[in-house]
């Protein structure tokens, strides 16, 4: 039973636009969400987090949006650049220290 | 500081074998998770280990199981390996400690790609 969904396989956006990936969760105890990227031959490298207690949180380019009630959370990246072309992954866990539990992953390309 | 460190990097064993994969963590990083990422399924959760002991297992059957060392080295076994095993095999490491807030952000090594033929 996938808890994490990731239900867009991949996406592509123009250079400078926003690139909006998202995300669906079922167990509405999840306290933590995080997300990740990652590059070929490389391990996933984190981004951004937020906790259940916000339903926002930025840093620089990236931004995630939760909303709690719909179970679902989006990352929004502005201005999209050709360098974040790559699989992004959202995660979820239920305390500080819980096993993080991945989605499938959605393949960003950035088209310059 | 050093990042995590796993090898091999790369290895291709035959099905009926066993295999040892290897964890180095972030200096001062008490706990190791170990995930399998296979095309289409994202990163499926193996096991985490903290202070040498197993603290979360996911759903795997038994033979995989993994150990940690008293410097928080980690390994993880596959035995009787099997064409399915066949994915890329991520470690990744955290503090882990409970009285810390926040999300529980890992670190990533670059994986073990292995290949059961």
């Known amino acids: 039973d996938q808890q994490v969904k990731q239900n867009s396989p991949s996406l592509s956006v123009q250079e400078g636009r926003i690139s909006i990936l998202n995300c669906d969760y079922t167990?509405?105890?999840?306290?933590?969400f995080l997300w990740y990227k990652k590059y070929p031959a490389e391990g996933p490298t984190f981004l951004i987090s937020?906790?259940?207690?916000?339903d926002k949180n930025e840093d620089g380019r990236f931004t995630v949006f939760l909303n709690k009630s719909a179970k679902h959370l989006s990352l929004h990246i502005v201005p999209s650049q050709p360098g974040d072309s790559a699989v992004y992954f959202c995660?979820?866990?239920?305390?500080?220290?819980?096993?993080?539990?991945f989605g499938p992953g959605t393949s960003l390309s950035v088209i310059p | 500081k050093a990042g995590v460190t796993q090898t091999p990097r790369y290895l291709i064993k035959t099905r009926g074998q066993q295999v040892t994969l290897s964890c180095s963590p972030i200096?001062?990083?008490?706990?190791v998770s170990w995930y399998q990422q296979t095309p289409g399924q994202g990163l499926q959760f193996l096991f985490e280990?903290?202070?040498?002991?197993?603290?979360n297992k996911g759903n795997f059957p038994g033979r995989f199981s993994g150990r940690q060392f008293s410097n928080s080295r980690s390994e993880m076994n596959v035995s009787t390996l099997e064409l399915g095993d066949s994915a890329l095999y991520l470690c990744?490491?955290?503090?882990?400690?409970?009285?810390?807030?926040?999300?529980?952000?890992?670190?990533f090594g670059a994986g073990s790609r292995l290949t059961v033929l």
């Open positions: 200096s001062g990083h008490r706990s």
């Open positions: 167990n509405s105890m999840f306290d933590y």
């Open positions: 995660a979820a866990s239920l305390t500080s220290y819980d096993k993080v539990i």
């Open positions: 280990y903290f202070s040498e002991t197993q603290r």
């Open positions: 990744a490491s955290s503090a882990g400690q409970v009285y810390l807030s926040g999300a529980n952000v890992l670190t």
């Open positions: 937020i906790s259940s207690i916000k």
